[in-house]
Nanobody, 124 residues
């Protein structure tokens, strides 16, 4: 079993930055691939970014590519999402997800473990 806890959400102005973190416990962190998803009110949960076990393979949704950076620290059991140049359309609840494979995936049904989410609001 894996427990995931997100942190770092909040209110930020357009053009600003936020850094989300996801703390993982319960199983060997380095054996998991991770992803971030987000869900805006009334919309489906969408893929944002994913990273493989070793950290050398990552994927990004086209809407965030070049603005967001996913990273992992296996020594600290922590997943991060650096979000720069934020836009109002980035407003959503952001979820951390994990699965027991080497490579990252982009579908919600590919992930076994989920956090409770953290709210990100981009507004002036």
């Amino acid at each position: 079993q894996v427990q995931l806890v997100e942190s770092g959400g909040g209110l930020v102005q357009p053009g600003g930055s936020l850094r989300l973190s996801c703390a993982a416990s319960g199983r060997t962190f380095s054996g998991l691939a991770f992803a971030w998803f987000r869900q805006a009110p009334g919309k489906e949960r969408d893929f944002v970014a994913a990273i493989g076990r070793s950290g050398d393979v990552s994927n990004y949704a086209s809407s965030v590519s070049g603005r967001f950076t996913i990273s992992r620290d296996n020594a600290k059991n922590q997943l991060n999402l650096q979000m720069d140049t934020l836009r109002p359309e980035d407003t959503a609840v952001y979820y951390c997800a994990a699965r027991h494979t080497d490579r990252p995936g982009v579908g919600t049904n590919e992930y076994t473990y989920w956090g409770q989410g953290t709210q990100v609001t981009v507004s002036s």
